[in-house]
Structures are given as structure tokens and as C-alpha cells.
């Protein structure tokens, strides 16, 4: 009688789970944001690692915002302008766009509201000058005229 050896048909049995199971041996997904807080409509960075090639869609708050591209080592690496309404906001990706499930979602907070930026008080005094200016040119020039002759 044959004698059978056990651990090469264990490790055959190993090396073909293995390949059959892929996820055994992926990286584990992690997706990073910085900074955070944010001010609002800054960019915010995202990064992240174990994702399958060539793509992941991107949402916030659940809305499609952009395809990215992922590296061949399975990294992402994406800037997003932050929603301009301050609170919790939640970050996502996903492996279609249509899907509605997520393979990973990190959240973040989005500090304060875009302001509109004030001139300084010289600026005002600026656009003064421009406007009385081109109405004296204005006036002047309608003097001159044959139209209109003052006296």
C-alpha cells in the first residue's frame, strides 16, 4: 500500500482557496479626511487604500459627486469642495454609480458658511471717484455740443 501524505494536500488545498477567495487576502479598506472640520466650500482631501481597480464613485450625503480613479496598489486620492451648509456630512464610495450600496463611509463637519468678502472703505471711496468723474466727462461733453450751448 501507497502512503498519502497530508500536508501536500493541505497545501494545495490552501493555495487553491486562496485564489478562489480573493477577499481572504485583500488589504482591508480605510479612507482618511483631512481636514476636518473644514470650512465650508474649502477642499476637503480624501484618501484611501484596498480598493479594486480602475474606479469608485464618490458621494456626499448620498449625491453623486465624482468617479475616481483608484492607483493600481488599490489607494485613492481625491480633493472635493465641501458642501457650503455647516453640520455632520457623510462621505461615501461606492463600486458602481448606480448602486445604492456603500463599501465604505466616513463622516466629517463642515464648520461655518461661505461669507462674501467686504471691499475695504478705500475701495468705496474708488468707485466714487469713477462715477463722479464720468459724470463731469459727461457734462462736459454735452456742454461742448452744438446742442447745448449754456450761453
Do not use: C, W
Not at 488589504?27 to 476637503?44: E, H, K, N, Q, Y
Not at 483608484?70 to 480633493?79: E, L, N, Q, T, Y
Not at 456630512?89 to 461661505?114: C, D, K, Y
Amino acid at each position: 500500500m501507497r502512503k498519502i501524505h497530508t500536508i501536500p494536500i493541505f497545501a494545495v488545498l490552501v493555495l487553491v482557496t486562496s485564489f478562489s477567495v480573493p477577499q481572504v487576502f485583500a488589504a482591508p479598506l480605510s479612507i482618511t479626511l483631512s481636514p476636518d472640520p473644514v470650512m465650508a466650500g474649502a477642499t476637503i482631501t480624501t484618501t484611501g487604500t484596498g480598493f479594486t481597480p480602475p474606479t469608485v464613485y464618490l458621494f456626499v450625503d448620498g449625491t453623486f459627486k465624482d468617479s475616481v480613479p483608484v492607483f493600481p496598489d488599490g489607494s485613492i486620492d481625491i480633493g472635493i469642495a465641501a458642501p457650503l451648509i455647516s453640520g455632520p456630512h457623510q462621505i461615501s464610495i461606492r463600486s458602481e454609480p448606480t448602486s445604492l450600496e456603500s463599501i465604505i463611509t466616513a463622516s466629517f463637519t463642515v464648520n461655518g458658511s461661505p461669507s462674501i468678502p467686504e471691499f475695504p472703505f478705500s475701495f468705496s471711496l474708488v468707485i466714487i471717484f469713477v462715477a463722479v468723474a464720468a459724470m463731469y466727462i459727461a457734462i462736459r461733453q454735452k456742454m461742448t455740443t452744438n446742442f447745448f450751448k449754456p450761453f
